[in-house]
Each structure stands twice: as C-alpha cells, then as structure tokens.
C-alpha cells in the first residue's frame, strides 16, 4: 500500500509539472514583413530558431528574422501587448545577424531586451508517507536581457553589479547611489526595469 501510495504522489507531482510554455501558444496578433506588407492573424513564435509562424486566412506562413522587421501580440494571460522586433546582434565576433528580441522597457537612450527559452530546474518535494524528499526535474521559462542604445548596439546583460555599471559609466554614480537607496537589485527584472528607467530620466 505504502509503495502505491508513493508512486501515485511521484506521478500526481510529475503531471503537475507539465505545462504549455509561451512559445507553443497560438496568440492574436499582427507582423510587420520587409516588404512593407502587414499580416494579421495568430503568430506562434521561436527563440531557438528566430522565426515566426504566422496563420492568416487558415494559411500557416513560416517569416525569419530576415523576413520581418517586428510583431506584436496580444497576450491574455498577462492582459498585455508584447513587442517584439528583428534587430541586428553580433552572434560571432564581426558578423552581425538579425536575431529576435522582446522589448521588456522602451527608452529613448536606453531600452531593455530580452531573449526568451526553456531550462531545467531541479526541485524537491515531500513525500508524506515515506517522510523522504524526492527531486523532479522541470521545465522553467527563463530569459537573457540585454541593453539596447541610441546607436543601435546591443549588449548582453549578465545581472552583474559591475558589468551594469561599466555600461552606463556616464550615469554609474547616480545609478549606484539611486539602487542603493531603493534597494534594488542588480539580478532582479522588476528592479532592472526601475533602473533602465531612471537611467533614461537622467539623461533628459
């Protein structure tokens, strides 16, 4: 009984950590191509790939980054619109390509990106009946930001207090002086959005 009762909880923990993650979601929305042409209908996306599909009129049509300069959809669950564009990235050393970037906060001197995908996490859970703790590997949404300038670069960010810093070294000063009295946090995305926002305020 005690060995059912086990592997019942091990199964119920594993099925409840199933989950559809934000890429496999057909979402409504609207895709603005190179060729001036604008789509509307519902777009899935891939970071992985850096392409779109797009379903307009029941015709699926696959656009890569090469083939669209931006897209928006609109997403339920959070009640938001989320902006996305084609923007060239040094992938390798001197060779920029077009890759896929999520607009998290738009600023006039400084704008914060992100690259979406998938990684595994190890959790514990308690077993009850046995009064053991069993791990169980999950699938987690996790992101990559980076910082996005007036001249177009783009920088990965790494949640480093002196990385950060070194980037905006006209306003480091102000801007550790302000996270210190806030509080804030140099690897947290709410506290990295209030910064980028002041950031931008300083520079008015």
């Known amino acids: 009984m005690r060995f059912c009762l086990c592997f019942l909880f091990i199964f119920i923990n594993t099925i409840s950590f199933s989950q559809v993650f934000p890429s496999e979601i057909w979402y409504e929305g609207k895709v603005y191509l190179d060729s001036q ?8 996306y891939d970071f992985d790939n850096d392409l779109i599909q797009v379903n ?34 040094y992938r390798v050393s001197n060779y920029k390509v077009p890759m ?3 607009l998290v906060k738009e600023g006039k001197n400084l704008s914060l990106l992100s690259r979406e995908y998938i990684t595994t996490e190890t959790v514990p859970q308690y ?9 169980f590997n999950r699938s987690v949404v996790a992101y990559n930001y980076y910082l996005l300038f007036p001249t177009g670069k783009i920088r ?3 949640f480093n ?5 070194d980037l905006l070294k006209d306003k480091s000063s102000e801007i550790k002086k302000y996270v210190k009295e806030n509080r804030l946090k140099y690897d947290k995305r709410e506290d990295l959005i209030e910064i980028v926002t002041y950031y931008n305020t300083l520079k008015k």
Do not use: A, C, W
């Open 127 to 135: 077993d009850f009946y046995t009064h053991r703790n069993y791990y």
């Open 37 to 44: 042409e604008t789509l509307r209908g519902h777009i899935k």
């Open 161 to 165: 207090k002196n990385e950060l810093l």
């Open 56 to 89: 307009s009129d029941n015709l699926i049509k696959t656009f890569s980054t090469r083939k669209f300069t931006s897209f928006e959809i609109t997403d339920t669950d959070r009640n938001v619109v989320r902006s996305f564009y084609s923007l060239p990235y």
């Open 100 to 102: 896929m970037f999520e």
């Open 156 to 158: 990965q960010y790494h």
